[in-house]
């Protein structure tokens, strides 16, 4: 069963950048699916982007998209989630979570319900 360990986070100002990475132990990412969520206090948790680890497919919500870039590595077994043009609206904790089920489907929302394997969490904080 793999392990999620990220890193990357820290504190940047708005229009700044980060590259998060989500580094897998025990398994490789070939057959996963793997997404990414950001949690702030009192609110859910919820997903800002997947891919899948075989073929590369990926989904962004639509706060995401054209700011963010989720890729992956497989000879590292690990993903990335680029994030440019920060707002302060980004910060949180960003988790990575991954599963060997097909839930990343460009055509559905980010659950994180249909993930089972999770990190500890990484913390980005967005000043104005």
């Known amino acids: 069963q793999v392990q999620l360990v990220e890193s990357g986070g820290g504190s940047v100002q708005a229009g700044g950048s980060l590259r998060l990475s989500c580094a897998a132990s025990?398994?490789?990412?070939?057959?996963?699916?793997i997404g990414w969520f950001r949690q702030v206090p009192g609110k859910k948790r919820e997903g800002v982007s997947c891919?899948?680890?075989?073929?590369?497919?990926?989904r962004y919500v639509d706060s995401a998209k054209g700011r963010f870039t989720i890729s992956i590595d497989n000879s590292k077994d690990t993903v990335y989630l680029q994030m440019d043009s920060l707002k302060p609206e980004d910060t949180g904790v960003y988790y990575c979570?991954?599963?060997?089920?097909?839930?990343?489907?460009?055509?559905?929302?980010?659950?994180?319900?249909?993930?089972?394997?999770w990190g500890q969490g990484t913390q980005v904080t967005v000043s104005s």
């Open positions: 025990g398994d490789t990412f070939d057959y996963y699916h």
């Open positions: 891919i899948s680890g075989s073929d590369e497919k990926t």
């Open positions: 979570a991954a599963d060997l089920m097909p839930v990343c489907n460009p055509h559905a929302d980010i659950k994180t319900s249909l993930y089972d394997l």
